[in-house]
Nanobody, 126 residues
């Protein structure tokens, strides 16, 4: 079992930055690929970013490329999502997730991830 706890969300003005953290306990995150997803009211959960377990290759949805960066710090068993140049449309609850994923096709699929955190709210004002 892996327990994931997100933090770092909050209220920020458009153009600002936030860094989300996802701390794991129970098992080392080095066993898993990690993803960030988000969900806004009335919308389906959306893939944001992922980082591959084996070589830390990263994947991003098009709307955040060049603005968001996913990274991992194995020694702290933590994954981060650095979010820059935030826009009002980035407002959502952000979730981190852990899974064993064997193909690049599946990094953006929520069902590929076995463990999920409780989420942290990000609100971007215009």
């Amino acid at each position: 079992q892996v327990q994931l706890v997100e933090s770092g969300g909050g209220l920020v003005q458009a153009g600002g930055s936030l860094r989300l953290s996802c701390a794991a306990s129970g098992r080392t995150l080095s066993r898993y690929s990690m993803g960030w997803f988000r969900q806004s009211p009335g919308k389906e959960r959306e893939f944001v970013a992922a980082i591959r377990r084996s070589d830390s290759t990263t994947y991003y949805t098009d709307s955040v490329k060049g603005r968001f960066t996913i990274s991992r710090e194995t020694a702290k068993n933590t994954v981060y999502l650095q979010m820059n140049n935030l826009k009002p449309e980035d407002t959502a609850v952000y979730y981190c997730a852990a899974g064993i994923i064997v193909s690049a096709t599946y990094y953006s699929k929520g069902r590929s991830y076995e463990f999920w955190g409780q989420g942290t709210q990000v609100t971007v004002s215009s």
